[in-house]
């Protein structure tokens, strides 16, 4: 590192040290109050629309989609293969 580039860091290095101190960097306590995020449409609305289905067929994807008893059967069954698979292969949280 050449002798001017080394100047040139330890200059920016000892401004953002100085806009920090000064408080510059420092965040407010924003926001105030939780934010609450509006979607307008349905969870799986956009699965249902024509150009959606088309363009995930075309890839090779079928989202499907399950609700109820059905989906708690999926679940439960997916539980179930995947402990197993965890159990064998010996895998451990750390």
Known sequence: ??????????SAAIACAALLAAGVGRAEDYPARPIKLIIPF???ATLKEDEVKQRLADVGTDPGGAAGVEAERI???????????VKKSGVRVQ
């Open 1 to 10: 590192m050449t002798t001017k580039m080394f100047g040139s860091l330890l």
């Open 42 to 44: 349905a969870a799986g």
């Open 75 to 85: 679940i439960v069954e997916d539980a179930a293969r995947w402990t197993d698979v």
